[in-house]
Nanobody
């Protein structure tokens, strides 16, 4: 399984970024996908998750109303649109796959089976 994340960068507070994650080596349309992030000196935390067909999505409280997760099963790609970015959003963002039985996106980062290499997001004030 390979998860290739891209789209990170440096933006000013209030700006936007769109992360992409291309997946291979799994049946994408049957896989719950998610994003987590890890800030310096902190544990990895769940950010957003989306069900196999895209009909259900969950967000951690700090992301609600600002981040949107989506997927394109024809392209084996999951996205994270991040708006109104804040300095506290600065972190390495990881794409993750949950190949478990349930279609409900887990809100726990540790429940995801596979991880990409991460992409750095830096938000300056």
């Amino acid at each position: 399984v390979q998860l290739q994340a891209s789209g990170g960068g440096s933006v000013q507070a209030g700006g936007s970024l769109r992360l992409s994650c291309a997946a291979s080596g799994l049946t994408f349309s049957r896989t719950v996908m998610g994003w987590s992030r890890q800030a310096p000196g902190k544990e990895r935390e769940f950010a957003a998750g989306i069900s196999r067909g895209g009909g259900t999505s969950h967000y951690a409280d700090p992301m609600k109303g600002r981040f949107t997760i989506s997927r394109d099963n024809a392209k084996n790609t999951v996205y994270l649109q991040m708006n109104s970015l804040k300095p506290e959003d600065t972190a390495v963002y990881y794409c993750a796959a949950d190949t478990g039985y349930y279609n409900t996106p887990s809100r726990t980062a540790g429940n995801y089976d596979y991880w990409g290499q991460g992409t750095q997001v830096t938000v300056s004030s």
